[in-house]
């Protein structure tokens, strides 16, 4: 079977300040680096409109209409420091939730074996209550929740290597035994959140921070002996992974030292145990990542290495 690729340009609606880091500019060369020759193979789709059903799956009643009603008629509106909308940004965000539910019903479909969703603004930071950290809805989550819900999926792991930890869906996950969230982070670094003795209701919450200045060796062996054998001991119906490219070591926003060739074995050793438990099943939606170059290559990497399932 193959991968999917999804994707709409409604994502690039979303509109952010200039010299916003989280700007259209990240889809547009994931999608030139993407029309490549050895791309070709990809299933393309374009992502289903998400509803705030979908949506109600992660968050409390009332956080999608706070959203909808936040949406300015023209210009851009802050909801903090970090987070902004524009008057395309309920269109984008909810193609970012339609997609990841639509690439769960893929793979549980048998369809393709696993699927890249290239979508924006990110979302593993928005909590069950707020928006923060660029992100309005939480992708992942809902993908999660979405395969419980629709699919009968018992258990669903997130696995997380944005540089950033994914406070939001840590939040969420936290008092749900059957959803296991992990995560490989810079500590300190924002949101503040991340330590490993957050380990959620039933230990569900797994977190390896780094710190600054580590690289692709401490990475390894942080999901080595940190992660991997605890999302191998929980056997997951669903591998959903939070796809952010911001620990690239040309990235403005951290101080972590990966390559491409990073990400790749990180894809690898997650597809290995998808293979193992759940049939191949791989739901990857894009997170952080802002340099361009770093961002380009590094998810071309991951693809190409969801490719070769």
Same mark, same amino acid.
């Given at each position: ?27 547009? *060369? ?30 409390? %009643? ?8 936040? %949406? ?41 074996? +696993? ?24 992708? !992942? ?11 009968? $999926? ?51 919450? *797994? +977190? $390896? ?23 191998? $001991? ?5 591998? *959903? ?5 911001? !620990? ?17 074995? !990180? ?11 759940? +049939? ?30």
């Amino acid at each position: 079977m193959s991968t999917l690729l999804i994707h709409h340009p409604a994502c690039l609606g979303h509109v952010t300040p200039l010299g916003h880091p989280e700007r259209p500019d990240r889809i547009r *060369v994931i999608d030139r680096i993407l029309e490549a020759e050895r791309f070709q193979p990809l299933e393309r789709e374009a992502a289903a409109l998400g509803t705030a059903e979908m949506v109600g799956l992660a968050h409390d %009643v009332g956080h999608f209409e706070e959203i909808a009603g936040s %949406v300015p008629s023209e210009g851009l509106l802050r909801l903090d420091d970090d987070t902004t909308i524009s008057p395309g940004s309920l269109e984008a965000a909810l193609r970012a939730v339609g997609g990841a539910c639509q690439a769960v019903d893929e793979v549980f479909e048998k369809k393709v074996k +696993n699927a890249f969703c290239t979508v924006r603004p990110p979302g593993h930071h928005a909590e069950s209550k707020r928006a923060m950290g660029f992100c309005l809805f939480n992708n !992942a989550a809902i993908a999660a929740k979405w395969a419980r819900a629709r699919h009968g $999926a018992e258990r669903v792991v997130v696995m997380d290597f944005d540089v950033h930890h994914g406070n939001g869906t840590q939040d969420i996950f936290w008092n749900e035994r059957d959803l296991m969230y992990a995560s490989t982070h810079q500590m300190p670094f924002y949101p503040g959140t991340g330590e490993i003795a957050e380990t959620g209701i039933a230990d569900n919450i *797994v +977190n $390896a921070p780094l710190w600054a200045g580590a690289g692709g060796a401490e990475f390894r062996e942080a999901m080595d002996f940190a992660i991997l054998p605890r999302i191998d $001991a929980f056997r997951p119906d669903l591998v *959903v992974i939070s796809a952010g490219f911001d !620990a690239h070591t040309r990235d403005p926003m951290s101080q972590i030292n990966l390559v491409e060739s990073d990400f790749a074995w !990180a894809t690898a050793r997650l597809m290995d145990l998808a293979e193992r438990h759940c +049939n191949g099943r791989v739901v990857s939606i894009l997170e952080g990542g802002y340099d361009l170059e770093g961002l380009a290559r590094s998810v071309a990497a991951h693809v190409m290495t969801l490719m070769k399932s």
